[in-house]
């Protein structure tokens, strides 16, 4: 508490706050600050929660390192305001007892497939407006990422089993353990009465490396990994192929469930990895070993054949010598792809040649009544990404079916 109150008097309270600049859902982090020093968290907190009904995980996961703190002022003094711990100091403080306004009934039916950050986002705006809003989630749990993918040394997963209760309480439906694709369809959603329907279903396939043995035994992939780590008994040395937030994620898990070794490889250098420096840094502490310049060319049992690579002329190239790095397991971690459980069983919603849900600037699909947003549309992002495009889809859902 101390920490995030000195944190808030630092703050100058720009008048041209360039951290809101920073913030691609514009936070108003000024009077934030303002709010926060007086006392008042119930109104900051109301007031982050209607720009940002994920505020609270913002707070925690959002990579406020190139966002609002890389552009705090302070930040030539390498001294930013710690923006994100005051932001999820107020809203964890605000969510249980934050009173939502919910309009009347409308009598009008919404369809969510997918409760990660974007459906979550249109779930809560739509019931706001008078909705009967209904969400479908493969899993067992709400959250997508949140749950099952972000660890939960950095987000704690009781923050989603709150916001449940948040949606539940404002009448939102949920029904977990449903794949709509295979029994149920968009087609039968709306022979049932829904009047649009939301598909926020991010990017569930693992991509393959496509080199030799990818299938065998101690080789696996990032995102089926973080499911559920507790289901994998690594404890000799691992080694992550990967160089985002993900490859982090995952050794920085197999660490803490007990491998005695975790190494990173990556074909290129420190300065192209995509992870966060501030993820990177925590995984070096952690104890992950980092080694840049080696391309896999194959697995086999007992480890990974590589090849060397180097940068000319702004190019990566590889030696044509292999090596061997001896490793127990692998993980690969090199982005993800959208599964077509959806878009193959129901007629005329298009994809691109990747397999993202082709999507219009508010959302609209090429099947009428249709919306999409977050990682299904855009590819693999982030949290604040999939909440700001899924708050203009939520608004045109609403134009929408206000005018059937
Ligand atoms: C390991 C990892 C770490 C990350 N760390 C960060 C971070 O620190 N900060 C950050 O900002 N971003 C991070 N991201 C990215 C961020 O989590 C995503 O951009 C965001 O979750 C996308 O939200 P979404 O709602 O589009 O999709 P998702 O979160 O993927 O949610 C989609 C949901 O749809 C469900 N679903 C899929 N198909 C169906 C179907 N047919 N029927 C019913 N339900 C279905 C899925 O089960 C899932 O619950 C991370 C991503 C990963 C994988």
Redesign the pocket.
């Known amino acids: 508490m101390q920490n995030v109150l000195s944190e808030a008097k630092r703050c100058l309270k720009c008048k041209n706050a360039k951290c809101v600049q920073g913030c691609p859902i514009q936070t108003n982090i000024p009077e934030m600050m303002r709010l926060f020093e007086e006392g008042d968290l119930k109104t900051a907190g109301n007031m982050l929660f209607e720009n940002n009904p994920l505020s609270i995980v913002?707070g925690l996961?959002?990579?406020h390192e190139a966002q609002c703190e890389g552009h705090c002022i302070l930040n030539h003094k390498n001294q930013p305001i710690k923006i994100g711990a005051i932001e999820h100091y107020i809203s964890d403080y605000n969510l249980d007892i934050l009173e939502i306004k919910k309009a009347e009934n409308n009598h009008k039916r919404a369809g969510i497939?997918?409760?990660?950050?974007?459906?979550i986002t249109i779930a809560f705006l739509l019931a706001i407006k008078g909705y009967k809003v209904t969400i479908?989630?493969?899993?067992d749990r709400?959250?997508?990422?949140?749950?099952?993918?972000?660890p939960d040394f950095?987000l704690p997963k009781t923050i989603l089993k709150r916001i449940r209760k948040k949606l539940v309480d404002l009448g939102v439906q949920i029904r977990p353990n449903?794949?709509?694709?295979p029994v149920l369809t968009v087609d039968d959603m709306f022979a049932d009465g829904y009047d649009s329907i939301f598909i926020?279903?991010?990017?569930?396939n693992p991509k393959k490396m496509r080199i030799k043995g990818e299938s065998l035994g101690h080789v696996h992939f990032?995102?089926d990994y973080?499911k559920n780590p507790d289901a994998y008994v690594l404890n000799g040395h691992v080694t992550v192929i990967g160089a985002g937030?993900?490859a982090i994620?995952v050794a920085r898990t197999a660490i803490r469930k007990g491998a005695k070794k975790v190494t990173l490889m990556y074909r290129k250098d420190r300065e192209n990895m995509t992870a966060s420096k501030d993820e990177v840094a925590f995984a070096e502490l952690d104890g992950v070993q980092l080694q840049f310049g080696k391309a896999p060319v194959e697995i086999d049992d007992e480890g990974i054949w590589y090849q060397e690579s180097y940068l000319e002329d702004e190019v990566w190239y590889t030696r044509e010598e292999r090596h061997y790095h001896e490793t127990d397991a692998v993980i690969i971690a090199v982005s993800?792809a959208p599964?077509s459980?959806?878009v193959s069983k129901s007629k005329g919603i298009e994809v691109n040649k990747g397999g993202f849900v082709k999507a219009d600037f508010d959302g609209q699909t090429s099947r009428q009544g249709v919306f999409a947003?977050?990682?299904?549309v855009t590819g693999?992002?982030?949290?604040?990404?999939?909440v700001k495009y899924s708050k203009v889809v939520a608004d045109a859902m609403d134009k929408y079916m206000s005018q059937l």
């Open positions: 913002c996961v959002c990579h497939i997918g409760s990660g950050p974007a459906g479908f989630e493969s899993h709400i959250g997508g990422v949140l749950q099952y993918g972000i950095r449903v794949l709509i694709g926020g279903t991010g990017v569930w990032a995102i973080l937030n993900v994620d993800q599964r459980n959806i947003s977050g990682d299904v693999a992002k982030t949290v604040v990404e999939a």
